[in-house]
Every structure is written in C-alpha cells, then in structure tokens.
C-alpha cells in the first residue's frame, strides 16, 4: 500500500547543506517500490535552480513493521515511517551517519501536491519528538518541474533523503 509516488510537501533537517538551501527549495517526488525480498527502494526526483536532481537508494527492512536500514562504505541511513494512512499522507523519519556531523530529517508526504493545513500541524507538532526545531522546516511549495528523462544531476550528499 506504501509503494507509489508520493511529494515531499515539507522537510524539516538540522542538516547544514539543508538549512542553506532550504527557501530556495521546491515540492520533489519520491517514488517508492518494494523488493521481492521486503527491501525498499527509492527514487528521488528533486527541482533545485536550473536543474533536476535523482538520487536512487535501497533500504533493507529491519524486522520492525516501517523500519529500514541503508548502509553504503561512506554513509549509514535508518528510515522510520513515524505515520502513514497509505492513501493521503505520510510522515517519515530518517537518521543519517556519514563522515560528516550525523542529521535527522523528518518529511511530509503526500499523494497529492498539497499538504492540508491539519497534515501540517501533525508534522510540526511531531519535529520536537525527532530533536527538530521551527527554525529547520522548509514548506515546499508546488513544482512541476522535473519529470522522468529530465537532465539529472547527483543531490547535495545529506539532503535529498526521503
């Protein structure tokens, strides 16, 4: 039921790269798919100036119902899908290690490309659960933008995660 296209319509991240960037940011799209074996897979199309940004990643289920680990030689991620009701929403959480400082990030998704001011409200009220403050929230407003067969470029290495 989870998997499909969904729009990123808000981050929160106490991630640098993110907090420079984020009001010149746009909605992305993710697209989920699961492995036969329950892995996770996602696609990450993302508006950024000029250009669209993709970013492929695949997640081993943890054992624990929404949970899922993604390990590379330079990074560790651990993505939790905090709330979902599979049709409209969901609020997914991601934790990630790498030589840089680690960051969390908690997201918004959303079937269609607006968010309701209530699936707002939940996700704020949720960021001081994950250690995030007002101050690190992006809204994206809507794009349409980057479709498949855009011209890609890789994604600024701690954003771009759900």
Not at 28 to 55: H, N, R, Y
Not at 79 to 105: C, N, W
Not at 113 to 136: H, I, N, R, W, Y
């Amino acid at each position: 039921q989870f998997a499909g296209m969904w729009h990123v319509a808000a981050v929160a991240s106490n991630c640098s790269v993110f907090l420079k960037m984020k009001d010149g940011m746009k909605s992305s799209i993710t697209i989920v798919s699961f492995m036969p074996e329950g892995d996770l897979a996602l696609k990450l199309i993302w508006p950024l100036a000029d250009k669209c940004q993709k970013l492929e990643l695949l997640f081993q289920r943890s054992g624990q119902a929404g949970h899922y680990m993604g390990m590379s030689a330079q990074e560790m991620r651990d993505l939790r899908v905090m709330e979902t009701d599979y049709s409209g929403y969901a609020i997914v959480q991601e934790f990630k290690r790498s030589g840089e400082e680690p960051h969390s990030a908690l997201q918004l998704l959303t079937r269609e490309q607006d968010a309701s001011p209530q699936l707002l409200q939940k996700f704020k009220e949720l960021m001081p659960t994950v250690g995030l403050t007002q101050d690190m929230v992006a809204i994206l407003p809507k794009s349409g933008e980057c479709q498949e067969g855009a011209g890609w470029h890789v994604w600024p290495p701690c954003v771009g995660t759900l």
